[in-house]
């Protein structure tokens, strides 16, 4: 009798077990289903615009930062997490980088903000406009950026992109809203900008910072600043 009790018993407990271990892998399915298998943290998509270094292999097999981004644009130190002291803190999922043009001297910035709430974009981007308009000149404009396609003669196509223009003492460059841009069907929102240091002739700059987004991911469907136009 002992034993049988014994056998009831361990019967029960491993009942117990398998539902347990149905339970958790439920959950677990249902993250997965919600997240995306693969989908970058937050931590990934703070830079997700931000150009990259390329980490390339020298003659003794060791690993090299190649800092070139293009040309003669170069990566200065390393890409820094948290927002530049020009702009409020919008999210606390940003990034930045400075790069140095090394035929003109001109210093450059990007900025990244990541956002995975639609109404934190919008009041993001409202912050953002009111401390733009206090501080500079403020328009919407449009930039043309050639992207590679295998459809075209030529290898390649007209993208325009729709973006905001900030001029200022300080910096001079364009900001831009891209939506969902990995997934329809995740919330991922940037606030993206690509400007110069200093006062400066936005045209004279312009193809260097078209170069900047040309090296980052792709900015298909991009609009300006919604409060700001």
Not at 93 to 118: I, K, M, P, Q
Not at 182 to 196: K, M, N, R, T
Request: proline share 8%.
């Amino acid at each position: 009798m002992e034993f049988l009790e014994t056998d009831r018993t361990g019967k029960i407990a491993l009942v117990l077990l398998l539902i347990a271990v149905g339970a958790s892998g439920a959950l677990l399915l249902f993250d997965l289903l919600m997240i995306g298998p693969g989908y970058p943290p937050p931590e990934a998509l703070q830079k997700w615009y931000i150009p990259e270094p390329r980490y390339e292999y020298a003659e003794n097999g060791s690993v090299v930062v190649n800092r070139t981004i293009e040309g003669d644009i170069v990566l200065i130190d390393d890409i820094e997490e948290g927002c530049p002291s020009p702009f409020p803190d919008l999210s606390r999922y940003c990034s930045h980088a400075v790069y140095l043009d090394t035929g003109t001297d001109d210093r450059y910035l990007v900025v990244n903000w990541y956002f995975d709430e639609s109404a934190d974009l919008l009041q993001a981007e409202e912050d953002l406009c009111s401390h733009l308009q206090s501080s500079g000149n403020v328009a919407s404009a449009e930039l043309i950026l050639p992207r590679e396609t295998d459809g075209s003669p030529d290898g390649s196509i007209i993208s325009p992109i729709s973006v905001t223009k900030f001029e200022s003492e300080a910096l001079s460059g364009y900001f831009t809203v891209v939506e969902k841009p990995l997934s329809p069907g995740h919330d991922d929102y940037f606030i993206v900008y690509y400007g110069v240091f200093g006062p400066a002739v936005l045209p004279e700059q312009t193809a260097t910072l078209e170069d900047l987004m040309l090296r980052s991911y792709s900015l298909d469907g991009a609009r300006p600043l919604a409060p700001c136009t």
